[in-house]
């Protein structure tokens, strides 16, 4: 359908719960462009939530699991992102991120959402892509970079308490600039966790 984007191995199709500027779907590619002044952040120092940022999700499977891509920026403007995202309601939530930064630096960075957004910084990426890894491993969560795809480091574990249905998937977002466009290929999903986080692999 021209809402869904497919992923081999995930159960369900992704779809749209906010929509794009523009997208294009292929063989396990994604492109996607945020709109100007989207955003997904619960600013804890209490100001209004943001939660415009386009967002592609299908249903996670009941069990462990790892999603992955490769992901490249048009990076224009402060905050502009490509995002792998877990989300189950609009205040729970988790998003890895390939993100320019306010010293103009491309960057991976971590967002875990539990009523309030926390904001944290990883490493700065020598190039124009990275990969990025979200994982489900029992009832813990993880999240991994890699700048060639191959070493894994571990960038966060955590856990998200909810009642509510989780989903996964992508986002583009521009929360300060007038759009960006976001390329996610690579695709991969697996229903297995990743047994040591910090092995690499």
């Known amino acids: 359908m021209e809402n869904e984007f497919v992923v081999p191995g995930?159960?369900?199709a992704l779809r749209w719960e906010v929509p794009p500027a523009s997208w294009k779907a292929g063989d396990a590619a994604l492109v996607a462009a945020a709109g100007p002044q989207t955003d997904l952040?619960?600013?804890p120092a209490g100001s209004a939530p943001k939660l415009t940022a386009p967002r592609l999700l299908a249903a996670a499977p009941a069990g462990?699991?790892?999603l992955?891509?490769?992901?490249?920026v048009d990076f224009a403007a402060d905050f502009d992102a490509?995002?792998?995202m877990l989300y189950a309601a609009d205040?729970?939530?988790?998003?890895?991120?390939f993100e320019y930064s306010p010293q103009g630096?491309?960057?991976?960075?971590?967002?875990?959402?539990?009523?309030?957004?926390?904001?944290?910084n990883a490493f700065v990426v020598d190039g124009g892509q990275v990969w990025l890894r979200i994982s489900r491993t029992g009832t813990g969560y993880a999240f991994h970079a890699s700048e060639d795809g191959q070493l894994w480091q571990f960038i966060r574990q955590f856990a998200l308490p909810t009642t509510a249905p989780l989903r996964i998937g992508f986002a583009p977002q521009s929360p300060t600039g007038e759009g960006c466009t976001v390329s996610f290929d690579e695709i991969r999903f697996a229903p297995a966790g990743v047994a040591d986080l910090?092995?690499?692999?």
């Open 10 to 12: 995930l159960a369900e």
């Open 41 to 43: 952040f619960i600013d």
């Open 64 to 66: 462990d699991f790892t």
């Open 68 to 72: 992955s891509a490769r992901v490249s």
């Open 82 to 84: 490509g995002v792998l």
């Open 91 to 97: 205040d729970t939530w988790a998003k890895l991120c």
């Open 105 to 120: 630096e491309a960057m991976v960075v971590s967002v875990v959402t539990r009523g309030v957004s926390d904001d944290a």
């Open 198 to 201: 910090r092995s690499g692999e």
